[in-house]
């Protein structure tokens, strides 16, 4: 097995001793001197330069979690034991994994491949898709659906297009191929992501409770096995220098920064591993993904709390030209590592033959905790695992509100005009609802599969996603996430709240109860105070929610040094929210589907337009503090959306957010073409506000519900009960109009064609 | 017809599941001799004439910066086919 190469210049660990003065590129590699000092105190040398690599990729802020981890401790801290109980794998694992009951347990986690998606939109996209779902596949589970969250830079600039292109051709292309529905997500335009789009990639799993699998490798003498694509010069260096530094620091490589995935073999590889672990030969698997070996190596191992010997040389390689570093960084896609047991070497050999995919013994498992990496007889790493894996360098950073905060609170919407006149407000409702944010996202979604495999209940443009975990079971998941960036810039702590709160009533929405959070962090540099004072407000602010809502944060990840130059995007952090149904043919649809049903507004509606659509797309605005934020009242609103769904009590859902009522009546009524005569009189008088606000406010913990008059007593009296603020404002009708009542009515045809022609119009 | 030839490769250092694909099914049909395959794209741009150095030299150029993506993709050779 071993390959013939001659280990020629190759820095040893015998050299590094002899050589302690040695230049290195501890800079190049993004250290810092204290950092690369540390190394050379933990090893009682200089490290080799394949160690110096190891270390390099594996303490880089996108592996180590150095400066926000500090931050993070808080969402495994700031729980109850009920939050808890039903969590399996909670934080710190490639994902966390949920009991959802009947033996079921699912695993979800989202994970951001900004960068790359800037430098390669299709690539950087497609892998971002790969990665996720190999980390679910990790943990034992077969992926079942995956969701994108993007946000690009303003629509009408002419680089926005060639990332949009790019990004989205590369998500359908690589979960098309796969045969994953893609079932939700977000698309965001906003300046402030122009020179760094975001492309959050999520991606859920179902598996039995005995299919567990962890990433540790804990018995000794176990094989180490790499299988699946060969190894080759892709993506080097593309953790620390991509994913950690901003684009114009990097000076030209050699190698190509991206690396180009392959669906099939993932798809291969995903048969695979699940035949694997049905057979259950593996003892613990990872995934290659970001760091790739030097990171797969080390976390077994240090998870393990063991050690592993390991020939390098024995890596199947693309390219013969691979130096050892390059081969311990390389990032090629469609890779994993299995501890093997060594009686089951043969049945593990036996499959992977059956599938095709190519694997190769690279080792086995110690007892001494120590990695070993041999390149032939030389030794080329000598280290403890716990260091280059989960010892790595923490960093308080210092933190400081933004200089401009208070002037940016200050300046709220309460002196821009208003619309006051019907002629004005219906101008300004179609103004919003056909601005890009707001339009239709169809021509985006439906360049992906919703339904392949069969399990798919909802999908966009529902509020939330659904899928059955199997099709032997009723039992589903939906999922909905969310994001705000302008309220996070307003208010950290409340805008990740509000995502939180969003996410959350999405999932209510749909009928499931919502049982579990993941999160993708996007911000700025952390090296800036103004940026780490957002992030410490922004995960204070998810921890709190979290606590408050009673779901517990099962894992996620952080994208720091988002930003073009010095500009920092906006703070963008992306919850998930997962929740649980128990028969999916309960899920309540977000489109009217009737005539003659009542519609209710649940909640209660303030002036609040700050940081708001309207604020955005006719001024121009930012500014003041975002709605408030209610999560007693989310709680109470999804508990009754609950019993009612359980009764059957309701036709339909939707939640209030971006836009308002405005938008939550134009995309319930072109949905399914089923039109409406809504009066707003009653609702203003009621709660107090002007005309603007109760069309466009954004006020939180608001639902629209559509009810069948036999079902409407029931109802009405569910709500009374529960204290949950009702007000009936119109009712669903035959005629394919939507009809506000004393401002105007528009045929269902022309709001739909409207909402649909601007993304044609700016990227067909 | 006079034509300018553009021929554009994937990065040598990338993988090319396209050329992998075809490896395999040549391999499967007995071809082991064969151990890779590289699949790139040939690019004809006509002329009326025969293209000036001028017109090549501004076609080695766009062929750079449009006609392939320098990311993944390199431009292997730019030739006047007459």
Redesign the interface.
Same mark, same amino acid.
């Given at each position: 097995m071993l390959n013939k190469k001659t280990a020629t210049n190759v820095d040893t660990t015998k050299e590094a001793k002899n050589t302690p003065d040695k230049h290195q590129p501890w800079k190049e590699l993004g250290l810092k001197l204290e950092e690369y000092d540390e190394i050379k105190t933990i090893l009682g040398r200089r490290p080799t330069s394949a160690e110096l690599a190891m270390y390099s990729v594996m303490w880089s802020e996108h592996c180590s979690y150095k400066s926000s981890k500090i931050y993070l401790r808080q969402f495994g801290e700031k729980v109850t034991p009920e939050m808890t109980k039903n969590l399996m794998v909670g934080m710190g694992e490639n994902a966390g994994v949920v009991d959802i009951g009947e033996g079921w347990a699912v695993t979800f986690k989202v994970e951001s491949h900004n960068h790359p998606s800037y430098?390669?939109p299709f690539?950087g996209a497609a892998t971002g898709v790969g990665g996720i779902v190999r980390d679910i596949l990790t943990m034992g589970a077969r992926p079942i659906a995956v969701m994108d969250q993007l946000r690009f830079g303003a629509p009408e600039n002419p680089d926005t297009r060639r990332v949009v292109d790019g990004v989205v051709a590369g998500i359908s292309f690589y979960g098309n191929c796969l045969g994953l529905p893609n079932i939700g997500g977000e698309t965001v335009f906003d300046k402030v992501y122009q020179g760094n789009p975001l492309v959050n990639a999520l991606s859920v799993g179902a598996l039995r409770h005995e299919d567990l699998k962890l990433a540790k490798a804990s018995n000794p003498g176990d094989l180490v096995i790499l299988f699946g694509?060969r190894t080759?010069?892709?993506g080097i260096g593309g953790v620390s220098v991509l994913a950690s530094e901003t684009f114009d620091s990097t000076g030209p490589t050699k190698?190509?920064?991206?690396?180009?995935?392959?669906p099939?073999?993932e798809k291969v590889l995903i048969e695979c591993c699940l035949e694997l672990y049905k057979a259950q030969v593996v003892a613990g698997i990872q995934d290659l993904g970001g760091a790739g070996l030097s990171c797969a190596t080390s976390e077994l191992a240090s998870n393990g709390q063991a050690g592993m010997r390991v020939q390098l040389q024995n890596v199947l390689l693309?390219?013969d030209s691979l130096t050892p570093e390059e081969i311990l960084m390389s990032e090629?896609?469609e890779r994993m590592m299995a501890i093997v047991p060594k009686k089951d070497k043969a049945a593990f050999e036996a499959i992977v033959n059956k599938w095709e995919v190519e694997y190769s013994i690279l080792g086995e498992v110690i007892k001494e905790p120590r990695l070993y990496i041999n390149w032939g007889d030389e030794e080329i790493v000598n280290v403890p695992p716990r260091t280059v894996a989960h010892d790595g360098p923490v960093y308080d950073r210092p933190v400081a509100e933004p200089k401009y905060q208070k002037a940016l609170n200050k300046n709220t919407t309460k002196n821009l005009e208003k619309a006051e006149t019907p002629e004005e407000l219906a101008t300004q409702l179609i103004q919003i609802v056909t601005s890009p944010n707001q339009a239709s996202k169809n021509y985006i979604t439906d360049q992906y599969d919703h339904y392949v495999g069969g399990n798919t209940a909802l999908a966009m443009p529902d509020d939330a996603g659904m899928v059955r975990v199997d099709e032997t079971s009723s039992l589903g998941i939906a999922i909905a996430t969310d994001a705000n960036g302008r309220y996070g810039q307003l208010d950290p702590y409340a805008g990740a709240q509000l995502a939180l709160a969003e996410a959350y009533r999405n999932v209510a929405t749909s009928g499931a109860v919502p049982a579990a959070v993941t999160n993708c962090l996007n911000f700025g540099s952390p090296e800036n105070p103004e940026v780490m004072w957002q992030f410490k407000q922004a995960t204070a602010g998810l921890a709190d929610g979290c606590l408050e809502l009673g779901i517990p944060v099962t894992g996620g990840n952080v994208s720091f040094y988002n930003q073009t130059g010095d500009v920092a995007i906006h703070p963008t952090p992306v919850v998930g929210v997962l929740g649980v149904i128990d028969d999916v043919a309960r899920r309540i649809p977000s489109g009217w589907q009737d005539a003659g049903h009542n519609i209710y507004l649940l909640g209660t509606t303030e002036e609040e337009l700050d940081g708001s659509v309207w604020s955005e797309v006719i001024h121009d605005h930012l500014g003041g503090l975002p709605p408030k934020v209610k999560l007693q009242e989310e709680l109470k609103l999804a508990q009754a959306l609950q019993a009612a769904s359980v009764q059957g009590l309701l036709a339909s859902a939707h939640d209030l957010s971006e836009g308002g009522l405005a938008q939550a009546l134009v995309e319930s009524t072109t949905r399914f073409n089923v039109g409406a005569r809504v009066f707003l009189d009653e609702l203003e008088e009621k709660n107090k506000i002007s005309k603007t606000a109760v069309l466009f406010s954004e006020t939180t913990a608001r639902v629209l519900v559509t009810v069948g008059r036999e079902d409407d007593v029931k109802f009405v009296g569910l709500c009374e009960q529960r204290g949950i603020p009702i007000t009936r404002i119109g009712v669903t009708d035959t005629e394919p109009t939507l009809e506000i009542q004393n401002i105007a009515s528009w045929p269902l045809a022309t709001l739909k064609a409207a909402s649909e022609a601007t993304l044609p119009e700016l990227f067909a | 017809m006079p034509k300018i030839i553009v021929e554009v490769m994937? =990065? @040598?250092?990338?993988?090319?599941?396209q050329g =992998? @694909?075809v490896a395999n099914s040549l391999n499967r049909k007995g071809h082991t001799e064969i151990t890779a395959v590289r699949i790139g794209k040939r690019i004809e741009l006509h002329y009326d004439e025969t293209p000036t150095e001028a017109q090549l030299e501004e076609a080695k150029a766009f062929a750079a910066d449009f006609l392939s993506?320098g990311?993944?993709e390199d431009v292997v050779a730019v030739t006047v086919e007459a």
């Open positions: 430098i390669e690539q694509a080759g010069a892709d190698r190509p920064a991206v690396q180009v995935g392959d099939f073999a693309r390219d090629s896609q | 994937p =990065k @040598a250092d990338l993988l090319d599941p =992998k @694909a993506n990311v993944i």
